[in-house]
Every structure is written in C-alpha cells, then in structure tokens.
C-alpha cells in the first residue's frame, strides 16, 4: 500500500467502518433480545402484583426489570459511542480522500503542461514529415525551374571562346565582326577590365589589326 493513496485509504476505510457496523449490528441484536426479555419480565411482575403473589417473587421479577433496564441502557451507550466513533472515522478519511483527489487533480493539471516523450516523438516525426514534404516540394520547383531555365538556354546566345553564355564581367572586341564578340575575363587571362579608353581586340582578331 502506498501512504496517502486514494487506494490506500480506502484500504484502510473498508474494514475499519466494516467493523464498527458490525459492532452496532451486534449490539443492535443484543439490545433487542433485552428489551424482549424486559417485556416478558414486566408482564410477569404485572402478574405477580395482580395476583398478588410472594413479596419475595415481587422483589425478584422487580430486581430483574431493574438489570434488563440497565443492561438496555448500557448497550444504548456504547452503540452511541460505537455510531459517534463511525461517523468521525468516516467523516476523516472522507477528508483525506478529498484532500487526495485535489492533490490529483492538481498533478494532472500540472502534467498537461509538461512535455511527454511519446508526444515529443511524434512532434519530431510531424516535423521530419514536414522537412520531407518542403524538400519534396523544393525538389519539384527545382526541377520546373531547371527545365525553364534549360529552355531559356535554349535560346541564350553563346559567348566567348569557351562557348557558354554571359554571366560575371565580360570584355568586348573591337572587332565588329568578331563571331565571339564578349570574353569573359578569365577566358582571355584577364584579372581586371582595362579602362574603358582602351581599345582591346581578342587574341583571334588582334593579328588583323
């Protein structure tokens, strides 16, 4: 048993009013079979004084209601003091069980709040879900945006001695009639455009001029 468990209490609460109602119930039999036997005893010194029998009868069945009487009130005592003691036990486990249920309600307030593993896993896997779906769709717009882009290439004129199209800085050819026209810098060994004054043919043009 766990100390201060609902359980526990209840444990403890079952035989503990168990027995005090059976102690009542005894008494309850017991009081009854006196207040029966006071009866038959009061009739027969009713019929002892209407007969007028011997004083010593008299005095006997007199005496004997006399003890039945006391005995009645006696065990009405103790079945009071029996009844008070079940309705304080009862009345203090009653507390403690109240006391117990607020202190679980509490804790089950307070467990809402707190995270549980099973629940951070399943976050974790929503979340790898959702990575999953973003890279999928990263993937497929990628993959729209190449086959556009490879298009557009399709139809991007072509530069230079390498042959590809114009991206970073680029130097033109004096030569109007140059078939490359634009070089990229590094293409041509070029770290630097030269100034703008400058006139700068290509390798492949600079012999006829």
């Not at 109602?21 to 039999?29: R, T």
């Amino acid at each position: 048993m766990v100390n201060g468990s609902l359980g526990g209490v209840l444990f403890l609460l079952q035989p503990a009013i168990q027995k005090n109602l059976e102690s009542i119930k005894k008494y309850d039999i017991e009081w009854k079979q006196l207040h029966d036997q006071l009866a038959v005893s009061v009739e027969a010194y009713s019929k002892a004084i209407s007969s007028n029998a011997k004083y010593t009868e008299q005095l006997r069945l007199f005496t004997e209601c006399q003890q039945l009487s006391a005995k009645i009130r006696k065990v009405s005592q103790e079945k009071h003091i029996l009844t008070k003691d079940g309705s304080e036990l009862a009345n203090k486990h009653f507390e403690q069980i109240t006391k117990i249920r607020a202190n679980l309600a509490e804790s089950i307030n307070e467990a809402t709040t707190l995270e549980i593993p099973v629940r951070k896993r399943a976050n974790k896997r929503g979340a790898r879900k959702k990575e999953i779906q973003a890279e999928i769709a990263h993937n497929e717009i990628t993959e729209v945006l190449n086959l556009d882009i490879t298009e557009k290439l399709k139809h991007e004129p072509l530069y230079c001695t390498c042959r590809k199209t114009s991206y970073g800085e680029m130097i033109e050819c004096e030569n109007n009639k140059c078939p490359e026209q634009w070089f990229h810098l590094r293409c041509v060994g070029l770290e630097v455009a030269p100034p703008e004054s400058a006139v700068w043919y290509c390798d492949a043009c600079r012999g006829h001029f």
